[in-house]
């Protein structure tokens, strides 16, 4: 067997897998000789077959279910001891039919070479957000706890602070579900107008239009589909199942207990104190999340590359389980050329700084993220061997393996963004990075 490659320019090549006699010949005779031995063909005795008859019979697909392994074996091999980076698969060009009685054959492979370039990771007008809990937040998350573990006292009538259970309805639509609220999370005073002074049995008639701030809360709180929630505009019905007001949890021992185990938390300035540490944790991964996804937008856009496109387009047109069509793979193409191009500076960059992902790092990442699971169950001290156990059924399942692999990387690649990339740190609350992020909203 011989391969040769040919440079169509830097991007494009063409490899020629050039196959004598002597490749193949005993392979194919071996394996002819196996089924002679085996073949039940009516009118001859079980090994007694003609090796003539043999090979007219099975001959040809013999020949060519072997040299297409030689094919694949000389390819793999050949691309590995080259050292060539390429992108998606071989491509064989298309050929004429192929004279399978000859002795030699010669078979061509279109190639998708990966580009050269550089990434600069002096990145420009990208901010890393120190995001702080501010005293506002931190009133408001004691607050929710003393609302959440207080007690609920039965009422009457509806008043402005009340709990309202009851079931919203509209026949025509098909919509029935059963939901517990509170007059501040509706738009218009008007409406909470309609429920005070309430009982338990009244019948209240709705508009869905602008009944809350945001459609989503629409959506839960009628039990419809997303899309319908946007721009309903019926009448429904509300009927009070039940009143109550929540009495708010004195914050003593028994409750610092049983929201962080027993003796963690000890006074009000500690509980304020353990709520900022909670959320700043969680605001890192906000920001964390948020310069990660800057940089790499950033980065493609400035990452200047050529790639094969007219290779790649041809090569996901067969890669499929189905068939494309032209038009239909330069689409796709289209909408996958950033992932890819992302793919490649992403290995770029852990090639040119030694970043390494091994299976340690994946084994330590589903631990951790297996005691965070645990803590949100009260298991906040986990053995060693519980981790281990736990964590070994979780990484035998491929797809969680990949998907912490993933995130392994990002977190690695996050830490060298945050060690070399040129970015300047803003502190801000929690409120005014919402603001200035993602708008009022």
């Known amino acids: 067997m011989n391969i040769t490659r040919e440079n169509k320019d830097a991007l494009n090549a063409v490899v020629t897998v050039a196959i004598e006699k002597e490749d193949y010949a005993s392979k194919v005779e071996k394996i002819l000789t196996d ?13 007694h077959v ?15 279910d072997e040299v297409n392994k030689l094919i694949q074996e000389g390819l793999n091999k050949y691309l590995t001891e080259e050292k060539l980076d390429v992108l998606g698969q071989p491509l064989p060009k298309m050929q004429d039919d192929i004279d399978w009685e000859a002795d030699n054959f010669a078979f061509e492979f279109e190639l998708g070479l990966a580009p050269e370039f550089d990434v600069d990771l002096k990145v420009k007008k990208i901010t890393n957000y120190k995001i702080v809990a501010d005293n506002k937040l931190i009133d408001g998350q004691v607050e929710n706890i003393q609302k959440q573990y207080g007690k609920l006292i039965a009422l009457n009538e509806v008043a402005k602070d009340s709990e309202i259970t009851g079931v919203y309805k509209n026949e025509a639509e098909g919509i029935e579900n059963s939901v517990t609220l509170t007059l501040d999370k509706f738009k218009g005073k008007a409406t909470q107008k309609k429920f005070v002074g309430s009982k338990v049995g009244d019948v209240i008639t709705l508009k869905t239009k602008g009944l809350y701030e945001d459609d989503h809360e629409l959506m839960h709180a009628l039990k419809i589909e997303h899309d319908k929630a946007h721009g309903l505009d019926i009448e429904v019905t509300f009927e009070i199942t039940e009143i109550n007001k929540r009495e708010p949890a004195d914050l003593d021992q028994e409750l610092f207990d049983k929201l962080f185990g027993k003796d ?17 944790k969680q605001f890192v991964q906000q920001s964390d999340q948020k310069l990660l996804n800057d940089i790499t937008e950033y980065l493609v856009a400035n990452t200047k590359f050529d790639l094969p496109a007219e290779f790649l387009t041809k090569w996901m047109q067969s890669a499929g389980e189905n068939p494309m069509d032209d038009a239909t793979a330069k689409e796709e193409y289209q909408k996958s050329e950033k992932s890819l191009r992302y793919q490649l500076i992403e290995a770029k960059l852990m090639e040119a700084n030694s970043v390494k992902v091994d299976f340690e790092d994946v084994k330590e990442s589903a631990k951790s993220m297996i005691k965070v699971q645990m803590a949100q ?9 519980e981790l281990d156990d736990i964590a070994a059924r979780v990484l035998s399942n491929q797809d969680e393996v990949k998907r912490l692999s993933e995130q392994v990387v990002s977190q690695k690649l996050l830490n060298l963004y945050k060690e070399k990339a040129t970015v300047k740190t803003k502190e801000l609350t929690y409120d005014k990075f919402v603001k200035e992020v993602y708008g009022d909203k």
């Open 50 to 64: 003609p090796m003539g008859m043999v090979k007219k019979q099975y001959g040809k697909a013999i020949l060519i």
């Open 264 to 280: 963690v938390v000890k006074s009000v300035t500690e509980l304020k104190d353990k709520i900022k540490e909670d959320a700043e």
């Open 35 to 47: 089924y002679r031995k085996t073949a039940n063909i009516p009118g001859f005795r079980k090994g």
């Open 377 to 385: 169950f009260g298991q906040m001290n986990p053995t060693d061997k």
